[in-house]
Each structure stands twice: as structure tokens, then as C-alpha cells.
């Protein structure tokens, strides 16, 4: 929900740091060698997920844009991520993406 005044808070931002500093920089997509550049929340804030760093997860661009709410705040695909994950180099496994 980027007008939740909640995700410009100091708080918020200590969570994202946290977050990324266990992904090490990648996505938690198991089998996901991309780079994490979103930190989300696994049960939604807006479903009563809490804000914490077991409820979150730092995601690649590709898996982020799986699940995005939409603005009735509906994620995609139930909010499943579809494993597909990247090769060591970081490119996407499915060959429907393609490398560039």
C-alpha cells in the first residue's frame, strides 16, 4: 500500500534493513539467484499481517511482480509465487522470459 504512511517510517526502513541483510541482497525465492529488490510482506498488512521480519520477504523484480496488489488491494495470483527461479548468473529459468 505505498499511501500507508507507514512504509516512509523509521520503523519500516529498520525492517527493510534487516530483511536485506539476511537475504544477503538476493531473492527468498528458494532456487532465486536474483537480486531482492523489494522487501514485501508475506500476509499482507492490510490482512492483518503483522510487521515483523518473519512476515516479510526481500523479492526480485520477476517474483514481486507475481503477487502485486492491485489497487482494490487483490494480489495476483492468490498471492502464490510461481518458483521459477534464476540461474547462477541471475537469469530467470524460464525460457519465456528470455535473457534480455
Known sequence: MPGDPFYRSPAWRALRSIVRRRSGGRCEVSGCACQGVVVDHIVSRR??????????????????NQIKEG??????????????????????????????
Open 71 to 100: 489497487a482494490d488491494g487483490v494480489r495476483r495470483n492468490g498471492g502464490r509465487l510461481k518458483v521459477r527461479g534464476c540461474d547462477a548468473d541471475g537469469w530467470p529459468l524460464d525460457p519465456a522470459r528470455g535473457r534480455g
Open 47 to 64: 490482512d492483518g499481517g503483522a510487521d515483523y521480519p518473519g512476515n516479510l520477504r526481500h523479492l526480485c523484480r520477476d517474483h514481486d
